[in-house]
């Protein structure tokens, strides 16, 4: 059983598009995280949500958006594309906002067009 | 701001030999974590180091944590053509809640 998924894990869109990337896990973890991972390997936190409650907001434009709905999952909505938003978009997840293991999915590779 | 600082980039060994990685941070720590990714996936935790602890093993690794020079190094013995990858070292900072990544060190494994 996969325990941290993501969908779709491939994404090619035009500039300007509307897109969203789910993520879910099955760990029973309280916290869960969203990544970007660029072109040269460095990944870098953007959002987390402990219990449904934001947590970590990192500096990225407001055009992005996450959406907790339940604890198992995190969506992330990125409105108005823009070529610099291709990257490998990773979600995780921990135990809880003290436990700093981190479980990835397995990635969403995006590229603007 | 980025925290951990992988050294080497790059690192080709041939199977069987024995594969350093360093990392070194800038700011106190709680904790600090070595991952590997595979080619196209995403990361698995290897290791955690408490700040309060200088060595620790799990299997064939062996993680040293030297807080007064704010390092760590990964050792991989007896490498795997399995063990190519990219390792990553992330801190997690006193006070904060956020793991912090380096750039990764790429281990190629050459059989």
């Known amino acids: 059983d996969t325990a941290v998924s993501q969908t779709p894990k491939y994404l090619v869109t035009q500039m300007g598009n509307d897109k969203s990337i789910k993520c879910e896990q099955n760990l029973g973890h309280d916290t869960m995280y969203w990544y970007k991972q660029d072109s040269k390997k460095f990944l870098k936190i953007m959002f987390s949500y402990n219990n449904k409650e934001l947590i970590i907001n990192e500096t990225v434009p407001n055009r992005f958006s996450p959406k907790s709905p339940d604890k198992a999952h995190l969506n992330l909505h990125i409105n108005s594309l823009e070529l610099g938003d291709s990257a490998v978009y990773f979600c995780?997840?921990?135990?809880?906002?003290?436990?700093?293991?981190?479980?990835f999915g397995p990635g969403t590779r995006l590229l603007v067009l | 701001s980025q925290q951990g600082e992988e050294d080497p980039q790059a690192l080709s060994i041939q199977e069987g030999e024995n594969a350093t990685m360093n990392c070194s941070y800038k700011t106190s720590i709680n904790n600090l974590q070595w991952y590997r990714q595979n080619s196209g996936r995403g990361l698995v935790h290897l290791i955690l180091?408490?700040?309060?602890?200088r060595e620790k093993h799990s299997g064939r690794l062996r993680v040293t944590l030297d807080t007064s020079k704010k390092s760590s190094s990964l050792l991989i013995t007896a490498s795997r053509a399995a063990d190519t990858a990219s390792y990553f070292c992330a801190t997690l900072q006193g006070g904060s809640e956020k793991l912090v990544f380096g750039k990764g060190t790429k281990l190629t494994v050459n059989p």
């Open positions: 995780a997840s921990s135990l809880s906002r003290g436990i700093q293991t981190q479980y």
């Open positions: 180091i408490r700040s309060n602890e």
